[in-house]
């Protein structure tokens, strides 16, 4: 969702935006059918999206890494190899809600209105990180 988000709030010709999971679960898999449907319904297409696994070479490729919930921070942050990675990660939630370190909540087991709340914290957080982005350009 938050990759859906951001991609239509940045230039795609000066921002490079991915997201991807912390375990194998969902490697190649588009994203549950009632989060497709929950942006869908908010004019976000996030259908064609795949799942892939972190990956240490990540840290090379982006100058900002997002974690939605605490565990995929520390596994994100095992990855690292330096001080320096470390730097790069943070959670998205921590663009709202500085330094709380909130979880995004899981809406898997929420109900309809569990996604739809997943959709409006994750569409504040991103609102203010591409105004961040927009900053440095």
Known sequence: MAEGLLKQKVDAQQVNVDSAGTSGYHIDQHPDPRMIATAKNH????????????Q??????????????????????????????????QLITNLCYPGENRDVPDPYFGGPEGFEKVYALLDRCTTVLAKNLAKRA
């Open 43 to 54: 004019g976000v297409d996030i259908s064609t999206l795949k799942g892939r696994q972190f």
């Open 56 to 89: 240490v070479e990540d840290y090379d490729t982006f100058d900002q890494i997002f974690a939605m919930d605490n565990s995929n921070y520390k596994n994100i942050l095992r990855l690292a190899r330096h001080n320096e990675d470390r730097a790069k990660v």
